[in-house]
């Protein structure tokens, strides 16, 4: 065995001394400059804000820099409305009752839930990519986007057909309810916005597979016409949708274990 030396060197990168924030201004107190006197968000006052707008209004205002107008607040209020409570059947909703029923720390359930959220499929992951599919393809033809998808992406024998990040289909079919919220959010987003494309490109997809929406690609769309790019789409999810598994968590936190389904023996399937 050889050994041989290594040149250490140094990067000679020099590190602020300070934490620079684009969002908030924090103007230390006179007797102590750990603490804040004043507070801005994208140089509107904090207190003012608390005076004059509401939840929605600071919050987009702290990943967008501007406050909503009259219609984006609507779009993303019945978002927000939407997602906050994703049922019992999401896996954010299952992990946080899992956590909940297993006497974990009520801390913790919110963190196991939001944990639980972001797969790439039917999570915030999918919500993410399907943003970056849109924003790819909104110049073009939807019809034609739709066409090249579908010789691309076949339909498996087992399983959902995923066309495209946030559409194909979901167990198989296609959720009326989730339709109707589409519908609503539709008739609140602008007419030539990126949902009003995902519209389009939907209507190109074969109906008798049931194959159109997936939860992401309405709430990527959405999102997209509410000028939150896809980096902060992924966590925008997270966040609208995290209430409901919360409350899921709590409901089953004192309950006795057999209050949640546990498969059958013959249920399980081991492979070597």
Not at 11 to 27: A, C, D, G, H, P
Not at 46 to 67: K, P, Q
Not at 121 to 144: P, Q, T
Not at 150 to 157: E, G, M, N
């Amino acid at each position: 065995m050889t050994s041989r030396k290594v040149k250490i060197e140094s990067r000679n990168e020099q590190f602020t001394s300070k934490i620079k924030s684009e969002i908030t201004l924090e103007v230390p107190a006179d007797d102590n400059e750990f603490l804040s006197k004043e507070m801005r968000t994208h140089g509107y006052d904090v207190l003012e804000l608390m005076e004059r707008c509401d939840h929605l209004d600071s919050l987009y205002l702290t990943f967008t820099g501007e406050l909503p107008n009259k219609a984006q607040k609507k779009l993303l209020n019945s978002l927000a409305i939407f997602l906050m409570n994703l049922g019992p059947r999401h896996a954010s909703s299952r992990a946080a009752a899992n956590a909940g029923i297993g006497r974990t720390d009520v801390n913790h359930i919110l963190p196991i839930g939001i944990m639980a959220m972001g797969g790439a499929y039917g999570g915030s992951k999918e919500v993410e990519m399907a943003m970056r599919f849109i924003k790819k393809h909104y110049a073009n033809d939807a019809a034609n986007v739709a066409t090249q998808q579908l010789a691309q992406v076949k339909d498996p024998s087992i399983g959902d057909w995923l066309v495209a990040p946030g559409f194909g289909t979901d167990y198989r079919g296609q959720s009326p309810f989730l339709l109707a919220a589409k519908s609503k959010l539709l008739a609140l987003a602008p007419q030539s916005g990126y949902l009003a494309w995902c519209q389009d490109f939907t209507q190109a997809l074969p109906e008798k597979e049931h194959c159109g929406w997936r939860l992401a690609g309405l709430v990527a769309g959405t999102l997209l016409d509410l000028n939150i790019p896809p980096r902060a789409g992924a966590g925008l999810f997270q966040l609208l949708a995290s209430p409901g598994a919360l409350a899921h968590g709590l409901q089953f936190a004192n309950k006795p274990l057999t209050d949640i389904p546990f498969l059958k023996d013959e249920d399980y399937e081991i492979t070597s």
